[in-house]
């Protein structure tokens, strides 16, 4: 960790009845051997643990030890807790008790902000939610399933993609095994979000609806050229994507294709819609596209280095199915939803924009506030 040398790094440890006692102490072991190899320090590494079950316990807080030694013996003198399995409530617990300037979280700072989950088993609560508004505030969130763990519930909770934030091992005693593996992962990814918090720049990707009237096109691209010439957009700081959607969605271009401003805004001058077919808009069709492909790392979606993520929904109509499901699966993976009327109605364009984020108009400039407000918000809170 050479580059990596100041973090908040919260473990969240399953303290459950399917863990025992024995492989509790094992537990134990690889948080000391991972506390071991990081520079700690109340300028430098800072940690905290939390155990839970049915009830979550603090063990100790990212302010309470600032040497390794203390660390040490902090994690030494940990009882095991026992129980049933509540991660959702956890992680809530982690957002409002740990990740705060008073729990001696340095987020105000521009600190890397990283939560390290460990569990064997399945949660009998909801954890999308809860990991939700974790990553939104700002949280990496690395997930380490062992044996019976339910992997796609802890992919839910974990940033992507999921080759760089999830583990898994067959047992407790093979945790010595994924120490080496955690640490480089751990900090490059602290490497990566300390850069991205000295900028706090974001993707945005529109998806305007195919069936809006085509008298409103010109006012849109208008409207959308301006704001990626004040958002100075390019590969390196305000990545933009766009597509449009209908029976099935086209993109036009992902947020890594074009690499500064002059031509993104050249090439959605070019943006016309596609021939009319008549058939319904598939809004959530699209919104699983979306959440599929279209924020990935191979896509150029930035979200394992702390960018923030906004997906611009612009609808001219009501969709004839609900699309709750699909809108919360996307907002779940850390995404901004904003949706924008070209003719829907308010109660459909709310059924699916992230809170706070439905607009009764086109009118995409309104968003340039939006962004450099939240940017400004980030930095200097």
């Known amino acids: 960790c050479e580059n990596a040398t100041v973090a908040d790094i919260v473990f969240l440890l399953d303290g459950s009845s399917s863990i025992d006692k024995k492989n509790f102490v094992k537990v134990k072991g690889f948080l000391s051997s991972v506390i071991k190899d990081l520079n700690i320090g109340r300028k430098k590494v800072r940690i905290g643990v939390a155990q839970h079950s049915v009830e979550t316990s603090r063990e100790f807080l990212l302010k309470d030890y600032m040497d390794k030694r203390s660390l040490m013996i902090a994690v030494e003198n940990m009882s095991y807790q026992e129980g049933g399995t509540e991660t959702g409530m956890a992680i809530d617990y982690l957002r409002t008790e740990y990740f705060t300037e008073e729990a001696g979280s340095r987020a105000g700072q521009r600190v890397p902000q990283i939560a390290v989950v460990i569990t064997d088993g399945e949660s009998m609560d909801d954890v999308i939610a ?208 904003i949706g924008m009327s070209a003719g829907a109605s308010m109660e459909s364009i709310e059924s699916f924009a992230s809170t706070d984020y439905a607009y009764n108009t086109s009118n995409v400039l309104l968003l340039e506030d939006v962004i450099l407000t939240e940017k400004k918000e980030i930095i200097t809170e």
């Open 130 to 337: 809860p990991a939700q508004r974790l990553r939104q505030q700002g949280v990496i969130v690395f997930g380490i399933g062992v044996g019976a763990a339910n992997m796609k519930q802890l992919e839910s909770i974990a940033n992507r993609p999921p080759e760089r934030f999830l583990s898994y091992i067959s047992n407790y005693a093979a945790l010595k095994t994924l120490k080496d593996s955690l640490l480089k992962t751990v900090c490059v990814s602290v490497e990566d979000q300390t850069q991205a918090l000295k900028d706090r720049f974001a993707d945005i990707f529109f998806m305007l609806d195919g069936s809006m009237a085509p008298g409103m096109v010109p006012g849109v691209i208008s409207d959308l050229v301006e704001l990626i010439d004040r958002l100075n957009a390019s590969v390196s700081t305000y990545r933009i994507g766009l597509a449009q959607y209908g029976e099935d969605t086209k993109v036009e271009f992902s947020l890594d294709k074009l690499k500064n401003k002059q031509k993104t805004i050249e090439i959605v001058k070019r943006f016309r819609l596609r021939p009319n077919t008549n058939k319904p808009a598939d809004l959530g069709g699209a919104l699983i596209n979306a959440n599929t492909h279209l924020f990935n790392s191979e896509a150029g979606g930035r979200a394992h280095q702390g960018s923030r993520q906004y997906l611009v929904v612009m609808s001219a109509k009501d969709s004839r199915r609900s699309v709750y499901k699909d809108a919360e699966l996307i907002k779940s993976s850390g995404v901004t939803l």
